[in-house]
């Protein structure tokens, strides 16, 4: 296995003010494959990707042993009894902390859950790894740092009880949980390299990017759709 940070503090200074790619592809499209997901995160890693996100335990796994940064690893699951679906279960934890997961992130939302906010954070520092709060509000990221999250991360902003995705980052949100004093990772529609720097220039400790890296799906869109613009 590749020698990776262990310490938390040491996770956390190795992604400090640097790019981490969520290699995400689009669900049944057609990258949506483990060997893709392995190939997608060692050509990020070997371009100076500090860190990756990726989804499914055995995925995680298998990028753990293959990468020498941290993992962010979530679980994407649709449960009958809740709208939460980043890693909504404590055994989800088990399983993400079981397959090398340095960092492990779930929904922090006020939403009804399968487990409090706080659980799940026990659970993950019981398995020594950090804890990363998806949240969408201000208040959400105040209350999952009061509960022991390690990091709060801006990924869920536009996604509660909204009519329509949004097509941008929540840079504000970034700005707001930094000026709160918390570890802010920026997540969420960050499409562009500028948006990137801005998250960073608002006191971001480090960006996320995924759609736009490993989504060709999605950046082929944009595409189509700023051209049919000009017609």
């Known amino acids: ?32 494959r483990a060997d893709f997901v392995l190939a997608l995160a060692q050509a990020v890693v070997g371009a100076g990707a500090a860190g990756l996100r990726i989804e499914g335990v055995d995925r995680v796994a298998a990028v753990c042993r293959a990468v020498p940064v941290p993992v962010i690893g979530i679980v994407k699951i649709d449960l009958a009894e809740t709208a939460v679906r980043i890693t909504p279960r404590l055994s989800d934890i088990d399983d993400l902390a079981g ?10 939302t006020d939403r009804p859950r399968p487990a409090s906010v706080r ?25 999952a740092a009061a509960a022991g999250a390690d990091i709060v991360a801006s990924t869920l902003s536009g996604y509660v ?40 220039r608002l006191g971001a ?27």
Request: one cysteine or more; aromatic letters at 2%.
């Open 119 to 143: 659980d799940m954070i026990t659970r993950v520092h019981g398995h020594a790894a950090l804890a990363m709060a998806d949240v969408s509000t201000l208040a959400e990221g105040k209350a």
């Open 99 to 108: 397959a090398g997961a340095h960092i492990i992130a779930f929904d922090a």
């Open 161 to 200: 009880d909204a009519a329509e995705p949004p097509v941008g980052p929540d840079l504000e949100l970034v700005r707001a949980l930094a000026a709160a004093g918390l570890t802010v990772i920026a997540e969420g529609n960050v499409r562009t390299p500028a948006q990137a720097a801005a998250a960073l």
């Open 205 to 231: 400790h480090a960006v996320v990017v995924g759609s736009a890296i490993t989504r060709p799906e999605h950046v082929t869109r944009w595409f189509l759709d700023e051209i049919a613009g000009q017609t």
């Open 1 to 32: 296995m590749p020698s990776v940070p262990v310490a938390p503090s040491e996770t956390l200074r190795c992604l400090s003010g640097r790019l981490i790619v969520s290699c995400q592809p689009v669900s049944a499209g057609a990258l949506d």
